[in-house]
């Protein structure tokens, strides 16, 4: 059973929407969750989300965390061709592991 | 920024045949490397956790004898795929974290494509 899940899994929107992309777990015990964003190679690190309700920011890309409701959100205002991606969440587990588990992601497409 | 780079990228062998993949951390020391694959359209599933000069610490599933992990040096990490089969063609991404860094500074390779006939 996935312990960490994103939906949608594929998005198409057209330029200039906002999109929110969501990320839910269920592991209760860990230390941070992060977004990357894949494109044709490997994962770019985004944001790193440790306390619950404290939001992340990044030009247009912005993220939160809710450690009650045990999920957290991307959302991308004005989206862009560049946008085109796939997001991806992931769980750092407790102390002293650095292993991280990955959803399976949001497949992002921006169309003109 | 911390770079990581992968050799090679893109590499078609034959089924049987043993393929070796290098993770090098360019500009820092990486003291903990990771090695991840991705089949198509899922994410990226952890394979191994290698820290200079021990021996790597394999996950639930994988097998240790077929994926060969080297971690000989603080800037070099090798993943050999032995006796490979085309069930083992995948997206194969090392990541790697530094001393003294933070947890969430993992820096991802570009990934090696395995192709096998």
Redesign the interface.
């Known amino acids: 059973e996935d312990k960490v899940v994103q939906s949608p899994l594929s998005l198409v929107v057209h330029e200039g929407d906002t999109v929110t992309l969501n990320c839910s777990y269920e592991v209760t015990n860990f230390?941070?969750l992060?977004w990357y964003k894949q494109e044709k190679?490997?994962?770019?690190?985004l944001f790193?989300l440790t306390s619950s309700g404290i939001e992340k920011k990044s030009g247009r890309l912005s993220s939160i965390l809710d450690k009650k409701e045990l999920f957290s959100i991307l959302n991308i205002t004005a989206t862009q061709t560049g946008d085109s991606a796939v997001y991806?969440c992931a769980l750092?587990p407790g102390a002293g592991s650095?292993?991280?588990?990955?959803?399976?992601?949001t497949k992002l497409s921006v169309i003109p | 920024g911390a770079v990581v780079s992968q050799h090679p990228s893109w590499v078609i062998c034959k089924s049987g045949t043993s393929v070796k993949i290098e993770c090098r951390s360019l500009d820092f020391q990486a003291t903990t490397m990771f090695w991840y694959r991705q089949f198509p359209k899922q994410s990226l599933m952890l394979m191994a956790t290698s820290n200079e000069g021990s021996k790597a610490t394999y996950e639930q599933g994988v097998e240790k004898d077929k994926f060969l992990i080297n971690h000989a040096s603080l800037t070099l990490s090798t993943l050999t795929v032995t006796s490979a089969h085309p069930e083992d063609s995948s997206f194969y991404i090392c990541s790697a974290r530094g001393s003294g860094r933070s947890f969430y500074e993992q820096y991802f390779g570009p990934g090696t494509r395995l192709t096998v006939t």
Do not use: C, D, H, I
């Not at chain 1, 650095?98 to 992601?105: A, I, N, R, S, W």
């Open positions: 230390r941070s992060l190679k490997a994962p770019t690190f790193m991806l750092v650095y292993q991280l588990t990955f959803g399976k992601g």
